[in-house]
């Protein structure tokens, strides 16, 4: 059983600085795609980036150079670095898992219904 759990949000002002967390349990397939989406209440979920087991990652345009995914696998523990935070970024922020992507996790950021496995989400507002 595949449980996410996220950490890190909170309020912070434009131009700032926060570190996601995303601990994973219950994982016990190689090939993993992990991403970070967000989500603005009554808006669709939108996708920021995804990073497979390997290492290599992708991200949305609009994030790239401010937002960094990464992710420690002897901790498994998933990570988002946001920096130059703006007021357009305040959102419920998620983790997701899926398994068996592998190619398409390259691209799968634009693709939230792919995922099957998500967190509860964390809070980010930025002022």
């Known amino acids: 059983h595949v449980q996410l759990v996220e950490s890190g949000g909170g309020s912070v002002q434009s131009g700032g600085s926060l570190r996601l967390s995303c601990a994973a349990s219950?994982?016990?397939?190689?090939?993993?795609?992990m991403g970070w989406f967000r989500q603005v209440a009554g808006k669709e979920r939108e996708g920021l980036a995804t990073?497979?087991?390997?290492?290599?990652?992708s991200y949305r345009g609009s994030v790239l150079g401010r937002f960094t995914i990464s992710q420690d696998n002897d901790k498994n523990t998933l990570y988002l670095q946001m920096n130059m935070l703006k007021p357009e970024d305040t959102a419920m922020y998620y983790c997701a898992v899926e398994f068996g992507l592998y190619e398409v996790c390259s691209s799968s950021w634009g693709m939230p219904d792919l995922f099957r496995n998500w967190g509860q989400g964390t809070q980010v507002t930025v002022s």
């Open positions: 219950g994982i016990t397939y190689s090939s993993t795609c």
């Open positions: 990073i497979d087991r390997n290492g290599r990652a």
